[in-house]
């Protein structure tokens, strides 16, 4: 059901429409943690290991689906605002023929290069051919993996977050059900992984798309055009610099992923557990400053700024709330949280992860609050605001990394996390109280004070 965010009063509406974001969140990275657990658990600690190297690269995909999924939802949250819903089906058809275009080109770009990029990364050989399977089968279903992203960015920009949660719990049960008959009953290892994701992802998108296409057609307009090449260029305005920034940032934990390598496979495993928590929980963040942009795009189109404001404080009282429980059993439960990937008696393992979640998890409530505060700037368009912030935090990350790692070990690249966090935190806050937000250019009127 479509939800119109420019009434009612704020609080309340973004709660009511970021809760199920937040669930589909959680149930969206059961993937990950799913392929990983019982990998781990069935399939050895290199299992975990291969699957944890070829992490980083299937990010880099991930990044450019985000992007183009920010793109699209900004766009049509602000036409769906503004009740221009000719020009807001035109944004929807664009976006769903040129991610399609962009998927099939990602393909072929990683069919060829993937497995050098392994090489490149310095993966361990004992776990390399594991590692390239996975990202084969991966790559494969890229198609399924952009085209889910694109629908739900377009369910959420309607004000629907509930359809999305929806296919999420079934399909992420269906990957569950997969990944244990293919890795714990077939023994099929990494790849039986891999094909669970890629079969329960697939029946998500197509069933995802059916729906969406229905939802768009019952919403009364006038004729429109399917394709639109300035509608085109407007989504890139958000698209292309999100794009960028997600993509900047799995480059960048590119070269942590390097870092972490030269520790040996069991850091390497450790470090992939640790990653997956710190995704769950970092991810959870990002959904709600997404639902705070489509709450912001929304109320822009509608020319209401106050509602923007209310919007902010409300989405910063539940990420910190939230960030506070996983902080609480991170820190307390860390070595239970760990043990759930490997045998809790893989020592080495554990430490590494364990310390990876006691150092970074207690600073979860500052970057939530940065998050908060990117939902708005992307929210409004302020693309270049939002991306200094974000590459700030990813510079430091890498730099801190790279010089700490050789005095304090593994845990000088965990340290790169909460302080890379806290500078990025005070740089979007700058932006946020300067009101840079306000004043967007991706309508084509002026925003009212």
Same mark, same amino acid.
């Given at each position: 059901?479509?939800?119109?965010?420019?009434?009612?009063?704020?609080?309340?509406?973004?709660?009511?429409?970021?809760?199920?974001?937040?669930?589909?969140?959680?149930?969206?990275?059961?993937?990950?943690?799913?392929?990983?657990?019982?990998?781990?658990?069935?399939?050895?600690?290199?299992?975990?290991?291969?699957?944890?190297?070829?992490?980083?690269?299937?990010?880099?995909?991930?990044?450019?689906?985000?992007?183009?999924?920010?793109?699209?939802?900004?766009?049509?949250?602000?036409?769906?605002?503004?009740?221009?819903?000719?020009?807001?089906?035109?944004?929807?058809?664009?976006?769903?023929?040129?991610?399609?275009?962009?998927?099939?080109?990602?393909?072929?770009? %990683?069919?060829?290069?993937?497995?050098?990029?392994?090489?490149?990364?310095?993966?361990?050989?004992?776990?390399?051919?594991?590692?390239?399977?996975?990202?084969?089968?991966?790559?494969?279903?890229?198609?399924?993996?952009?085209?889910?992203?694109?629908?739900?960015?377009?369910?959420?920009?309607?004000?629907?977050?509930?359809?999305?949660?929806?296919?999420?719990?079934?399909?992420?049960?269906?990957?569950?059900?997969?990944?244990?008959?293919?890795?714990?009953?077939?023994?099929?290892?990494?790849?039986?992984?891999?094909?669970?994701?890629?079969?329960?992802? %697939?029946?998500?998108?197509?069933?995802?798309?059916?729906?969406?296409?229905?939802?768009? @057609?019952?919403?009364?307009?006038?004729?429109?055009?399917?394709?639109?090449?300035?509608?085109?260029?407007?989504?890139?305005?958000?698209?292309?610099?999100?794009?960028? *920034?997600?993509?900047?940032?799995?480059?960048?934990?590119?070269?942590? *992923?390097?870092?972490?390598? %030269?520790?040996?496979?069991?850091?390497?495993?450790?470090?992939?557990?640790?990653?997956?928590?710190?995704?769950?929980?970092?991810?959870?963040?990002?959904?709600?400053?997404?639902?705070?942009?489509?709450?912001? @795009?929304?109320?822009? %189109?509608? *020319?209401?700024?106050?509602?923007?404001?209310?919007?902010?404080?409300?989405?910063?009282?539940?990420?910190?709330?939230?960030?506070?429980?996983?902080?609480?059993?991170?820190?307390?439960?860390?070595?239970?949280?760990?043990?759930?990937?490997?045998?809790?008696?893989?020592?080495?393992?554990?430490?590494?992860?364990?310390?990876?979640?006691?150092?970074?998890?207690?600073?979860? @409530?500052?970057?939530?609050?940065?998050?908060?505060?990117?939902?708005?700037?992307?929210? @409004?368009?302020?693309?270049?605001?939002?991306?200094?912030?974000?590459?700030?935090?990813?510079?430091?990350?890498?730099?801190?990394?790279?010089?700490?790692?050789?005095?304090?070990?593994?845990?000088?690249?965990?340290?790169?996390?909460?302080?890379?966090?806290?500078?990025?935190?005070?740089?979007?806050?700058?932006?946020?109280?300067?009101?840079?937000?306000?004043?967007?250019?991706?309508?084509?009127?002026?925003?009212?004070?």
């Amino acid at each position: 059901m479509n939800n119109d965010l420019t009434v009612g009063a704020p609080s309340k509406q973004l709660r009511v429409f970021c809760i199920p974001l937040l669930l589909s969140a959680m149930f969206q990275q059961l993937y990950n943690i799913a392929d990983s657990v019982i990998a781990g658990q069935f399939a050895g600690k290199d299992a975990l290991a291969a699957i944890g190297a070829s992490y980083c690269i299937t990010m880099i995909f991930m990044a450019v689906a985000i992007g183009a999924n920010t793109g699209c939802n900004v766009i049509v949250s602000m036409l769906y605002g503004a009740k221009d819903f000719e020009r807001m089906k035109t944004s929807v058809w664009t976006s769903l023929i040129s991610v399609s275009a962009v998927s099939i080109l990602l393909t072929v770009v %990683g069919v060829i290069f993937c497995r050098p990029m392994l090489i490149l990364l310095a993966t361990p050989d004992n776990i390399m051919t594991d590692a390239a399977v996975y990202l084969d089968i991966y790559i494969y279903g890229l198609f399924f993996l952009f085209l889910y992203n694109i629908c739900t960015g377009i369910f959420s920009a309607l004000g629907d977050s509930k359809t999305p949660f929806y296919f999420l719990v079934a399909s992420s049960i269906g990957n569950v059900v997969l990944d244990l008959l293919f890795v714990a009953v077939f023994h099929w290892g990494v790849a039986g992984a891999a094909w669970a994701t890629f079969l329960a992802q %697939g029946a998500a998108a197509v069933l995802a798309l059916v729906v969406l296409l229905k939802r768009v @057609a019952k919403i009364e307009s006038g004729p429109y055009p399917r394709f639109s090449f300035p509608m085109l260029r407007k989504i890139c305005v958000v698209a292309i610099p999100s794009i960028l *920034q997600q993509s900047f940032i799995s480059v960048g934990n590119l070269f942590i *992923q390097n870092l972490v390598n %030269g520790f040996g496979s069991d850091v390497v495993a450790g470090y992939s557990a640790a990653i997956k928590l710190n995704t769950f929980a970092l991810t959870s963040f990002t959904t709600l400053g997404n639902g705070t942009s489509v709450f912001t @795009a929304q109320n822009l %189109g509608a *020319q209401k700024t106050d509602r923007v404001r209310q919007g902010f404080r409300a989405g910063c009282t539940i990420s910190v709330v939230i960030a506070v429980l996983f902080t609480l059993v991170y820190v307390v439960f860390s070595r239970y949280m760990i043990g759930l990937f490997v045998n809790i008696n893989e020592t080495e393992v554990v430490a590494a992860g364990t310390a990876f979640l006691r150092i970074a998890s207690p600073f979860y @409530a500052v970057i939530s609050i940065k998050l908060m505060g990117d939902g708005v700037l992307r929210g @409004a368009g302020a693309m270049k605001s939002f991306m200094v912030a974000t590459f700030s935090d990813l510079i430091l990350r890498v730099v801190l990394a790279m010089i700490m790692s050789p005095i304090f070990g593994s845990n000088g690249i965990w340290y790169s996390w909460p302080i890379g966090w806290t500078i990025a935190t005070c740089i979007t806050m700058g932006f946020y109280f300067s009101g840079i937000w306000k004043h967007t250019e991706l309508l084509d009127k002026p925003v009212k004070e």
